[in-house]
C-alpha cells in the first residue's frame, strides 16, 4: 500500500459524459501528478500540482482539467467524454524531500 | 521532448538472469528510473540512478551511463511473480515529472 487514495476504482459511463477522479496524496506529500495509461500508448503524463498550484502540464486534452485543493487532495476532471478516453487514470504524490514517486492503485474508466 | 525505447516483450525461465536494456534522448536529464507494474495495478518503484554506474538493491540492480542515455535494469534468480511489465522513466529536470518508455513485458516460465 503506497498511502495514495483513489476514488472511484471503477468508472463506466457514457460518451458525452463528464466523469471526475479524486485522489488523495501520501500524508505530507505536497506534488501530485495524474497519469492516463491506456493499452497503446503506455503511460502518459497529464499534469502536476504542487501545494495547489498547477507547477507543470504534459499530454492533457483540452476536454480535461485538474486541481488541487487546501487539503491537498485533488481532482481530475474529464468531460465531452469520447470512447477513446477509455483507460487507467493514476495519481501519484511525492515528498520535496524525496525522488520517487508513489502511485494510488489508479481509476478503470470505460466509456460506452 | 524525451524519447524512450525498450523491447516490448521479454521471456525468461525460473531461476535465470534476465537484462532489460532502456535508452532514452531528452532535452533535459535528472535521474532515471524504473518500476515494476503487475497488469491492472500501480506501477511500484524498483531503481534510481542519476550517477554513471551499478545500483545494487538485493535480486535487482540498475546500470546508467549518462553519456550513452543508456539504462539497464538486471533481475537475478527469477522467480514466477517477476512476471510483470517493467517501466523505464526519465524525470525532467526542471519539474521533477517523469516520461515513461511503453514498458517490456517480462514472462518468467518454470
Known amino acids: 500500500d503506497s498511502g495514495v487514495t483513489q476514488t472511484p476504482k471503477h468508472l463506466i459511463t457514457a460518451t458525452g459524459q463528464r466523469v471526475t477522479l479524486r485522489c488523495s496524496p501520501r500524508s505530507g506529500d505536497l506534488s501530485v501528478y495524474w497519469y492516463q495509461q491506456s493499452l497503446d500508448q503506455g503511460l502518459q503524463f497529464l499534469i502536476q500540482y504542487y501545494n495547489g498550484e498547477e507547477r507543470a502540464k504534459g499530454n492533457i486534452l483540452e476536454r480535461f482539467s485538474a486541481q488541487q485543493f487546501p487539503d491537498l487532495h485533488s481532482e481530475l476532471n474529464l468531460s465531452s467524454l469520447e470512447l477513446g478516453d477509455s483507460a487507467l487514470y493514476f495519481c501519484?504524490?511525492?515528498?520535496?524531500?524525496?525522488?520517487?514517486?508513489?502511485f494510488g492503485p489508479g481509476t478503470r474508466l470505460t466509456v460506452t | 521532448g524525451q524519447n524512450i525505447d525498450q523491447p516490448t516483450e521479454m521471456t525468461a525461465t525460473e531461476g535465470a538472469i534476465v537484462q532489460i536494456n532502456c535508452t532514452y534522448q531528452t532535452s533535459g536529464f535528472n535521474g532515471l528510473f524504473w518500476y515494476q507494474q503487475h497488469a491492472g495495478e500501480a506501477p511500484t518503484f524498483l531503481s534510481y540512478?542519476?550517477?554513471?554506474g551499478l545500483e545494487e538493491k538485493g535480486r535487482f540492480s540498475s546500470f546508467l551511463s549518462r553519456s550513452k542515455g543508456y539504462s539497464y535494469l538486471l533481475l537475478k534468480e527469477l522467480q514466477m511473480k517477476d512476471s510483470a511489465s517493467y517501466l523505464c522513466a526519465v524525470r525532467d529536470h526542471r519539474y521533477s515529472t517523469l516520461t515513461f518508455g511503453k514498458g517490456t513485458m517480462l514472462l518468467v516460465s518454470p
Open positions: 540512478n542519476v550517477l554513471d
Open positions: 501519484a504524490s511525492s515528498s520535496p524531500v524525496e525522488y520517487e514517486q508513489y
